[in-house]
């Protein structure tokens, strides 16, 4: 109940395109998504978050949808660029004093000329 | 403000000795998190602390692995007698509060390999 499902697990997207990953959870409880961005080399870096109480939130080319009764939600990247290329991470938390991300399983981008 | 520091970024270890890798998180920061990202895998949570106190180790395997924050001094992720299962890059993340209210920093990782 606590794994959140990650896909694809790898995307090609032309320049100029648009991204799109999903991902999916069980647990009810969770209240905060957010997606976090790597570099190859690099630890992951908070790209954009979401909290139940909105259907959508958008950052420049970067938007979060977000479906509760589906207990989905999906990460949008709009005018891909190469600099995309990255492994994009959903993940999930609860509230709580033992509160922690539970991460999905990585989406491997890459944006081609 | 520097970020999360972690060292070492790099450590080879022969089955069954010890290894032990520290995490400062950033300045202001009382919250640690220790994940584990194993080869074309995500992330693991291991570990939550806070200064001086375990709050969920409900990610840590039962033996060999034990983590520590305190008073003074850097996180503490120690991993005694290592098998080459342990191999895996081990990232801390710290914050100002806890995970699910805001943001989580991440060091850029420590990579262990078990020969």
């Known amino acids: 109940q606590q794994q959140v499902k990650q896909s694809p697990q790898s995307l090609i997207v032309q320049k100029g395109g648009i991204s799109i990953i999903n991902c999916a959870y069980e647990?009810?409880?969770?209240?905060?998504f957010p997606w976090y961005q790597q570099f190859p080399g690099k630890g992951p870096a908070l790209l954009i978050a979401?909290?139940?109480?909105?259907s959508e939130k958008k950052e420049g080319r970067f938007t979060i949808s977000f479906n509760k009764s589906a207990k989905q939600f999906s990460l949008h990247i709009m005018d891909s660029q190469p600099g995309d290329s990255a492994t994009y991470f959903c993940?999930?938390?609860?509230?709580?004093?033992?509160?922690?991300?539970?991460f999905g399983t990585g989406t491997r981008l890459q944006v081609t000329l | 403000n520097a970020g999360v520091m972690q060292n070492p970024r790099h450590l080879v270890r022969r089955r069954g000795q010890e290894a032990r890798l520290r995490c400062s998180p950033m300045?202001?920061?009382?919250?640690v998190y220790w994940y584990r990202q194993l080869p074309e895998e995500g992330l693991k949570f291991m570990v939550y602390?806070?200064?001086?106190?375990?709050?969920?180790e409900s990610g840590m395997p039962k033996e060999r692995f034990s983590a520590e924050f305190p008073k003074e001094g850097p996180s503490i992720l120690r991993i005694q007698q290592v098998v080459r299962g342990d191999s895996a890059a081990y990232f801390c993340?710290?914050?100002?509060?806890?995970?699910?209210?805001?943001?989580?920093?991440f060091g850029e990782g420590s990579r262990l390999t078990v020969l």
């Open positions: 993340a710290s914050s100002d509060r806890a995970a699910n209210t805001g943001e989580l920093f």
């Open positions: 647990n009810t409880a969770f209240d905060y």
């Open positions: 979401i909290r139940p109480d909105v």
């Open positions: 993940a999930a938390s609860t509230t709580g004093t033992a509160s922690k991300l539970t």
């Open positions: 300045k202001g920061h009382s919250h």
């Open positions: 602390l806070q200064k001086e106190n375990i709050i969920d």
